[in-house]
T-cell receptor, first 115, second 114 residues
Framework: AQSVTQPDIHITVSEGASLELRCNYSYGATPYLFWYVQSPGQGLQLLLKYFSGDTLVQGIKGFEAEFKRSQSSFNLRKPSVHWSDAAEYFCAVGDITGGGNKLTFGTGTQLKVEL | DSGVTQTPKHLITATGQRVTLRCSPRSGDLSVYWYQQSLDQGLQFLIQYYNGEERAKGNILERFSAQQFPDLHSELNLSSLELGDSALYFC?????????????FGDGTRLSIL
């Protein structure tokens, strides 16, 4: 069965510093990978997605992620964090077996930004 | 604004009761998904519908049921509610049924069981 591991439950960075959130996945085939962000009281907003092709994908709000098949990883990065980036971030893998499209999420990483 | 509308935003009820959560997908989206977010279980996929038909099923309890109507809105029915059903329930939608279609989430319905 597919699974997603986000090893960091909480991360604190200073505003303007770079950010990397880790994500490791387990999936038997070529994965469809996603990063979502959830602000308090809000739903999940799609940051970026990887289906195939270029392993470095660009998303919204200045985020990017790199797919590394050999490491089963899909880490999220941002070169300079803004205070408004404080939120919870979820990595997910899409399971399309049986014609469906369910997402399996990691446990999330709570990002705190110090001013 | 994702374009996915969920009502109500908050629901408070008692054990043993039944509730209905409603979701309107983004305009043009044919597929609807339901997820449950709780502190102990995290984000869990419940069920997916595509154009009125059930497409995929996850860890959905027998006390829970869902359907998608001809106008594509969906309802999630939760019955014989237990304290452990307290959670945030999300609806998401996508244009197609499979192949890793990105899902767009509503703001959720927060269900509190007293």
């Amino acid at each position: 069965a597919q699974s997603v591991t986000q090893p960091d439950i909480h991360i604190t960075v200073s505003e303007g510093a770079s950010l990397e959130l880790r994500c490791n996945y387990s999936y038997g085939a070529t994965p469809y990978l996603f990063w979502y962000v959830q602000s308090p009281g809000q739903g999940l907003q799609l940051l970026l997605k990887y289906f195939s092709g270029d392993t470095l994908v660009q998303g919204i709000k200045g985020f990017e992620a790199e797919f590394k098949r050999s490491q089963s990883s899909f880490n999220l990065r941002k070169p300079s964090v803004h205070w408004s980036d404080a939120a919870e971030y979820f990595c997910a893998v899409g399971d399309i077996t049986g014609g469906g499209n369910k997402l399996t999420f990691g446990t999330g990483t709570q990002l705190k930004v110090e001013l | 604004d994702s374009g996915v509308t969920q009502t109500p935003k908050h629901l408070i009820t008692a054990t043993g009761q039944r509730v209905t959560l409603r979701c309107s997908p983004r305009s043009g989206d044919l597929s609807v998904y339901w997820y449950q977010q709780s502190l102990d279980q995290g984000l869990q996929f419940l069920i997916q519908y595509y154009n009125g038909e059930e497409r995929a099923k996850g860890n959905i309890l027998e006390r829970f049921s869902a359907q998608q109507f001809p106008d594509l809105h969906s309802e999630l029915n939760l019955s014989s509610l237990e304290l452990g059903d307290s959670a945030l329930y999300f609806c998401a939608s996508s244009s197609a049924a499979g192949a890793g279609q990105p899902q767009h989430f509503g703001d959720g319905t927060r269900l509190s069981i007293l």
